[in-house]
């Protein structure tokens, strides 16, 4: 995510020569819109005044993540409510964007990620693991058309089941999600 953004950082323009992209996450920002929302919603949660800076500094680190949490459940934001912001300045369009507009520095780039990339993320949201048919479907739902949901569950499952991998829905969604 980092790497990804600082590729289209101004300032960062030729400072690098290669780049690895490891986990890339999609769209590694936020706008900057969005991420006012949820750091408002972060501050409402510590009860905090947004012009309290000394307030938030004062605050001990787990009743800062206890908060990040129950931002993160209440707006849907997984496990890491907050990423980079393209702020129009440090930040100008959101990477992706300026990636495909060919904005972004030209410079060799390898990208991966591993073979249960979801599982990390999962990990912080144990409703997942009970995750039924009918929470699958409904995950699925993000990933593709809803005319499509049945056909790539069963296309999952059938090279999980090949492989003697784990059929359960979670198991599919974790699969889903990495790819």
């Given amino acids: 995510m980092s790497v990804g953004c600082l590729l289209n950082f101004p300032e ?3 400072l690098f020569h290669k ?3 490891e986990s890339p996450v999609g769209e590694m920002a936020r706008p900057l819109g969005m991420s ?3 750091g408002g919603e972060f501050l409402s949660t510590l009860e905090v005044s947004t012009r ?9 680190p787990d009743r800062m ?14 496990g890491a409510p907050f990423i980079p912001v393209a702020d129009g300045t440090v930040m100008p369009a959101m990477p992706l964007a300026s990636m495909e507009a060919g904005l972004g520095f030209r410079v060799p780039t390898v990208i991966g990620c591993n073979l249960e990339e979801d599982k990390l993320f999962s990990m912080m949201n144990p409703r997942l693991y009970r995750m039924d048919e009918e929470g699958l479907r ?4 993000r990933f593709v058309a809803a005319r499509d949901v049945d056909r790539l569950i069963a296309a999952y499952r059938e090279a999980r089941r090949g492989r003697g991998d784990s059929v359960t829905p979670f198991e599919i969604y974790s699969a889903l999600s990495t790819d």
């Fill in 52 to 60: 309290d800076v000394a307030a938030l500094r004062g605050l001990p």
């Fill in 12 to 14: 960062a323009r030729g």
């Fill in 138 to 141: 409904a995950a699925a739902a």
């Fill in 19 to 21: 780049a690895v992209l």
């Fill in 65 to 78: 993540l206890r908060a990040q949490k129950k931002v993160a459940a209440k707006t849907g934001q997984g």
């Fill in 36 to 38: 006012v929302e949820l």
